[in-house]
């Protein structure tokens, strides 16, 4: 053979392996995301938390999606491709056709009769936060065909869209329940989303893959993995060496460490949830709404913005969040101020003499809160107050809140409303009204709180929401701290924004929503 022959060859093969190479790496696209909390269970109507944000999006779908950044709200097309009111009280909604869920079954009308109608089991505990946050006001799921349902309601509820819209309303597989039970469910889900759930670790790991027989567009990776990384160091150090693509909750103290990084960047905003304190009302040292009131205008925030956030925070002025629009947002509203002058007026009238006023907070709950518990601590003695600082084990989701006097808390911004805010976290239904922290006593109280959740009237529910917040700010029995700023940092080639018509902490990998060039 001539050595042209030869040459010929060899130039086929090197080509040959080259399509071969980049085939095989064509066909495994794996998106790898550093945490810094993860979850113990992946039940859709169990777990509500920031945590489970990250989770659920990729494997369940709702009967009614969201636009991720519409303002106002734009709902889409889900597991329900029409809905209507067809009674005051009775949305009616048609399934789409030929939906296959991760465990090969076909969705139908059960599955979402099954799904909605287990968080309305009050004996189940596990549902009570959902059930309270979301889905109190919901009576029963009607089957009319194998894909009609009808969602009959208490009373007429101007928010039934945007409740359905809540990932918690996410639709899974009876039959997979039913056959393995409600524990093992939560471990090993079924929902119908682009990813199904290959390897689950709880609190550690979660490695999805993708669902081939999604109904919509098909998903942008074969697989993602979530690992737990809870230190921030850890988390940076992991992307620095490619060992995953994209980490969370980057604080802006260690932004400059990943800049000068080169293919890496970051994507950030202050996002739209507070991180609060809870006053709790049925403690003697807490009880007086004069002290609580002295304790909110002794802190300034605009100081823990600055000295936290580097000042890329937002200390607001009341609790709303201007993700409303109009009409619901209304920038006059000023409760929020540093007043130590006036907070020494108010313990002097409430006859306090140094009684010992405990902090407590929790390790990993969230970020710079021990800082903010140390700040906080000093502008409080500044106005007279005996402080003590306590660190709480083991964590929040076991810690006995009754016996605590100040506890943190976080209020995000379910969707985009303000009882997406308030209804989510202060309702009768909330778990710091059930165990006594929150305990409103004003006459009115009640009553506006029904118009402002339930009224039909936009104009009224603003006026509502309005006297609401009014009243709140009398009784101050909790303390909005500030909003933080999140930074996400990732690789340059990752194309990915922060939905702004989602909840916080919410990571949208769905196609049409990020887009990976090959590394």
Known sequence: MSDVFFKWMRNTMLIVCAMVASSAHAQVRELRVGVASHVRSLDVQEITSNSGASFLYQIFDTLIERDNHAAPLKFQPGLATSWKMVSPTTMELKL??????????????????????????TKDPRYTSARGRFFYNLKSVEVVDRLTVRVHTHRPDPLLETILSARNAGITSKEHVEKVGKDKAGLMPVGSGPYRVDAFKPTELLNLTRHERFWGERPPFDRITFTRIPEVAARITALVNREVDFITNVPPDQEGAIRRVKGLKLVGAPLPVFHIWVLNMSHPATANPDVRKALNLAIDREALVKGLWAGRGYAPKAHQFKEYGEPMFMPDLAFYRYDPKQARELLKKAGYKGEQITITFFPEYYL???????????????????????????????ADHTKVMVQPWSNPLYYPDPMGVFDTHWSANSWVVKKGLWKPDHPEWAPTYEKARFSTNIKERREAYRKLLTMADAMSGWIVLYQP?????????????????QRPYKLTFRAGQVSFASR
């Open 96 to 121: 789409r056709e030929g939906v296959i869920m991760h465990d090969g079954t076909t969705l139908d009308a059960e599955d979402v009769k099954f799904s909605l109608e287990r968080v309305l089991d």
């Open 368 to 398: 710079y809160g021990n800082h903010a518990a140390v700040a906080v601590a000093d502008m409080w003695k500044k106005v007279g107050i005996n402080v003590k600082l306590q660190m709480s084990e083991p964590a929040f989701s076991n």
């Open 485 to 501: 700023y999140e930074s996400y940092a990732m690789n340059e080639n990752i194309d990915w924004r922060i939905p702004s018509a």
